[in-house]
């Protein structure tokens, strides 16, 4: 079983930066991607970054030149630097993973950290 364990999730102003770490307990050289993802209060769970095999990166519209993906392959840690925080950009911030499963992909998620932008 993949284990995805976050950081770096806290308060923060706007206008301001903060970056988040998802350390996984394997190679994350083997996954297919790892991706980011964002649930405000009372709504769904949606996509805010993915790093794909091959180097593809995909943003969300609301957060495309203010957040950016990354990954430190030797550390098995992915991270989201997110830059320039809006109120709207708060939300618990969960760390996922897909790993092949025969023809079929397995999802791995992190516990999820708080991140809260406000003056």
């Known amino acids: 079983q993949v284990q995805l364990v976050e950081s770096g999730g806290g308060l923060v102003q706007p206008g301001g930066s903060l970056r988040l770490s998802c350390a996984a307990s394997e190679t994350i050289f083997n996954f297919n991607a790892m991706a980011w993802y964002r649930q405000a209060p009372g709504k769904e769970r949606d996509l805010v970054a993915r790093f794909a095999r091959g180097g593809i990166t995909d943003y969300a519209d609301s957060v495309k030149g203010r957040f950016t993906i990354s990954r430190d392959i030797a550390k098995n840690t992915v991270f989201l630097q997110m830059e320039s925080l809006k109120p709207e950009d708060t939300a618990v911030y969960y760390c996922?993973?897909?790993?092949?499963?025969?023809?079929?992909?397995?999802?791995?998620w992190g516990q999820g950290t708080q991140v809260t932008v406000s003056s």
């Open positions: 996922n993973a897909e790993s092949p499963y025969g023809f079929r992909t397995r999802h791995y």
